[in-house]
């Protein structure tokens, strides 16, 4: 391995960026560059699926960081250049082109696949997913095709990307059907009295909604466009495109292919590092093995800076774990759901708030304690939810539902 090197970061997305500049304010003074395969430097992600996707915004607008300003601190940029191949016996890196590129030490900051729907007809012209800019803005012109011409937009998933995206294309004048494979809205991560109320919110804006819908084919024209969603109940939807928002997968096959240990993504510990020394990881592209041995995958902005922060540290030969509660926000309508800590094995949910509205926070417990909060229009039971979590604090479930028992005393006993 040469001492002169750079450090090499495969990924120019939230977690490639936080690396590269933590990087630098760690003290690192060598070379470093960063790899996307996109043509637009670093970008925000969620906004694609949100106001960018109806707004037909400028790709600047959602820069995190424009080429002169990493320029500024010393951060080469290199894009559209698809790393092939992580050879960590000679300790380079492979690129699409032919062109080998010798590293000192690397950062894998690949993110996240979606996931291909698995049946007939699913490569069609007009079954479109979402990753990147170009997918949004195909997204958003396939809509506006379909509102002008009243046909109309089939969704597959009723998860963030997919009631999102719902959102969106009801705003641009679109029909739409929302087809989910289980029996209610985002099933994984909310409660059902949260599922319900974005059910509602949307059929209030005209979404119709197809539950326990197994989508076994899709039909075209002669011209190789998609027309028809069919279902496992031999019902058949008219479409004039089809969005698929069935979750995404890590996208780990560098790390995979390179013999590092890889499960539900590439496996890190608390301060982003992988097996092999020389490398860390970042992002949605991680799982991070607890200290009890479980697997813990999470995909948000959060995640990715705070991971993004410990791999740079961990590069340094520093220590800086990521223990902070996890975070999540969806923007639906005039709706923002606000997510904090992880509700998975809750055993009982209190409201607080008017579910009529909707303006309401379910608090999430287990075995008494509490474990997370989801806010709808509650941006201060967030904010809260997130000093509750973050000290280990736990109001009784007698408090929490006491609407005249002021929550954050708690928080101010704990100082």
Same mark, same amino acid.
């Given at each position: 391995? #040469?001492?002169?090197?750079?450090?090499?970061?495969?990924?120019?997305?939230?977690?490639?960026?936080?690396?590269?500049?933590?990087?630098?304010?760690?003290?690192?003074?060598?070379?470093?560059?960063?790899?996307?395969?996109?043509?637009?430097?670093?970008?925000?992600?969620?906004?694609?699926?949100?106001?960018?996707?109806?707004?037909?915004?400028?790709?600047? #607008?959602?820069?995190?960081?424009?080429?002169?300003?990493?320029?500024?601190?010393?951060?080469?940029?290199?894009?559209?250049?698809?790393?092939?191949? &992580?050879?960590?016996?000679?300790?380079?890196?492979?690129?699409?082109?032919?062109?080998? &590129?010798?590293?000192?030490?690397?950062? &894998?900051?690949?993110?996240?696949?979606?996931?291909?729907?698995?049946?007939?007809?699913?490569?069609?012209?007009?079954?479109?997913?979402?990753?990147?800019?170009?997918?949004?803005?195909?997204?958003?012109?396939?809509?506006?095709?379909?509102?002008?011409?009243?046909?109309?937009?089939?969704?597959?998933?009723?998860?963030?990307?997919?009631?999102?995206?719902?959102?969106?294309?009801?705003?641009?004048?679109?029909?739409?059907?929302?087809?989910?494979?289980?029996? %209610?809205?985002? #099933?994984?991560?909310?409660?059902?009295?949260?599922?319900?109320?974005?059910?509602?919110?949307?059929?209030?804006?005209?979404?119709?909604?197809?539950?326990?819908?197994?989508?076994?084919?899709?039909?075209?024209?002669? =011209?190789?466009?998609?027309?028809?969603?069919?279902? $496992?109940?031999? %019902?058949?939807?008219?479409?004039?495109?089809?969005?698929?928002?069935?979750?995404?997968?890590?996208? !780990?096959?560098?790390?995979?292919?390179?013999?590092?240990?890889?499960?539900?993504?590439?496996?890190?510990?608390?301060?982003?590092?992988?097996?092999?020394?020389?490398?860390?990881?970042?992002?949605?592209?991680?799982?991070?093995?607890? $200290?009890?041995?479980?697997?813990?995958?999470?995909?948000?902005?959060?995640?990715?800076?705070?991971?993004?922060?410990?791999?740079?540290?961990?590069?340094?030969?520093? =220590?800086?774990?990521?223990?902070?509660?996890?975070?999540?926000?969806? +923007?639906?309508?005039?709706?923002?759901?606000?997510?904090?800590?992880?509700?998975?094995?809750?055993?009982?949910?209190?409201?607080?708030?008017?579910?009529?509205?909707?303006?309401?926070?379910?608090?999430?417990?287990?075995?008494?304690?509490?474990?997370?909060? +989801?806010?709808?229009? %509650?941006?201060?039971?967030?904010?809260?939810?997130?000093?509750?979590? !973050?000290?280990?604090? #736990?109001?009784?479930?007698?408090?929490?539902? +006491?609407?005249?028992?002021?929550?954050?005393?708690?928080?101010?006993?704990?100082?």
């Amino acid at each position: 391995m #040469s001492s002169h090197a750079p450090i090499i970061i495969v990924g120019a997305g939230q977690a490639g960026v936080q690396i590269a500049e933590s990087l630098r304010q760690e003290g690192y003074g060598g070379e470093l560059l960063l790899i996307g395969e996109e043509p637009h430097p670093p970008y925000q992600r969620p906004p694609l699926s949100k106001k960018w996707l109806f707004d037909a915004g400028n790709p600047v #607008s959602l820069a995190i960081r424009g080429a002169e300003a990493l320029a500024r601190r010393r951060i080469e940029l290199k894009l559209e250049a698809r790393v092939e191949r &992580l050879d960590r016996g000679s300790t380079t890196l492979e690129l699409a082109s032919g062109e080998r &590129l010798s590293y000192s030490r690397v950062a &894998l900051a690949t993110g996240s696949l979606p996931r291909v729907l698995p049946v007939p007809g699913a490569t069609l012209q007009g079954v479109l997913c979402l990753r990147g800019i170009a997918d949004s803005a195909a997204i958003a012109a396939a809509i506006r095709r379909c509102a002008s011409e009243q046909r109309p937009v089939v969704v597959i998933g009723g998860g963030f990307i997919g009631l999102e995206v719902a959102a969106g294309a009801r705003k641009l004048g679109a029909a739409v059907t929302v087809l989910e494979g289980l029996p %209610r809205l985002m #099933s994984r991560v909310t409660a059902p009295i949260v599922s319900e109320a974005f059910e509602q919110l949307h059929r209030s804006h005209g979404v119709q909604f197809v539950f326990d819908a197994q989508v076994t084919e899709l039909r075209g024209t002669r =011209e190789g466009h998609v027309a028809m969603v069919r279902t $496992a109940d031999g %019902r058949e939807f008219a479409a004039g495109c089809v969005v698929v928002g069935i979750g995404v997968t890590p996208d !780990d096959r560098l790390a995979a292919e390179a013999g590092l240990p890889c499960e539900r993504g590439i496996i890190v510990d608390e301060c982003s590092r992988t097996a092999d020394p020389m490398i860390v990881a970042a992002g949605d592209c991680t799982a991070r093995r607890l $200290a009890d041995g479980r697997l813990l995958r999470l995909e948000s902005v959060q995640n990715a800076v705070e991971q993004g922060k410990s791999a740079a540290a961990a590069l340094m030969g520093r =220590e800086r774990p990521f223990y902070a509660t996890p975070w999540f926000w969806s +923007d639906q309508y005039d709706v923002k759901l606000q997510m904090a800590g992880l509700s998975q094995g809750y055993d009982q949910v209190i409201v607080r708030g008017d579910v009529a509205k909707p303006a309401f926070s379910a608090f999430y417990l287990r075995a008494g304690r509490l474990i997370a909060v +989801d806010s709808l229009n %509650r941006i201060p039971d967030h904010m809260l939810a997130k000093r509750l979590l !973050d000290n280990d604090l #736990s109001p009784t479930a007698e408090q929490i539902a +006491d609407a005249g028992f002021d929550l954050h005393s708690l928080v101010r006993q704990s100082a």
